[in-house]
């Protein structure tokens, strides 16, 4: 089994374009993988993590409810802000500049073939990551992501997660607020999830800002390590 993962930091980069280049990958690991049943052949098949950054950007996922974006398209263009619909699980998230966004795109032959582990192993980084930080961040019952103070009047989500599968390749990910701009989430209702808000790690370390480079590093090793793995290739450390 291949545990090589290729690491790329796109930086800041369009959605649209960040979700073809994801496609362009995916598509060339399913390929690889019906041509090895085709032919009988074995065909190694590639992983890839990409980091990036996102300009303002919602997304709704394809069982997700458009009344959930709160703002219509003139009130977007104000806020700069652009909208698309997703292929992957989920409902509407939202991503901008001082967000870490990651997209694994695996192939879950080469770890295990089990989409709710790679769910959970995906939250286990980020509340391991959390906790290095000195927060205890949980998963809430029901409800994919990352929150802190699960149970209370207080809970708030700090990393929204939504993932495509096909023939087990991976696509899309995980979003965790670092030094989000949380006035955004206002003009929708996240996850479609009512009633509960949204947080960023500078917020509840009381910083004006988190060093990212910092964050992922401490996310890549805690990948690593829940799903043993390599990591070849680098980040953009400005």
Known sequence: ???????????????????DYQEQLFKSTVD???SNRRNNTNIE????????EHPHVYTLGKSG???????????LKVKNASFYKVNRGGDITYHGPGQIV????????????????????????????LAEYG???????????????????????????????????????????????LGYF??????????????????????KTVDESEVKKKLLKHFKALFEAEFVGSLNIN
């Open 1 to 19: 089994m291949n545990k090589i993962i290729e690491l790329q930091d796109l930086g800041l980069k369009d959605y649209k374009e960040t979700w």
């Open 32 to 34: 690889a993988k019906i």
């Open 45 to 52: 098949t590639k992983n890839h993590f990409l980091f990036v």
């Open 65 to 75: 409810d458009i009344s959930n974006l709160l703002v219509d398209e003139e009130q």
């Open 102 to 129: 990651g997209y694994p795109i695996l192939d879950l032959d080469n770890f295990f073939t089990d989409i709710h582990k790679y769910l959970r192993f995906l939250e286990e980084m980020i509340i391991l990551t």
């Open 135 to 181: 927060l205890k961040a949980e998963r809430s019952p029901g409800e994919t992501g990352v929150w802190l103070d699960v149970g209370t009047p207080f809970a708030r989500k700090i990393c929204a997660m939504g993932v495509r599968a096909s023939r087990w390749v991976t696509m899309h990910g995980f979003a965790l607020n670092v030094n989000a701009n």
């Open 186 to 207: 206002d003009l929708m209702i996240p996850c479609g999830i009512r009633g509960k808000t949204v947080t960023s790690l500078n917020v509840e370390l009381a910083q």
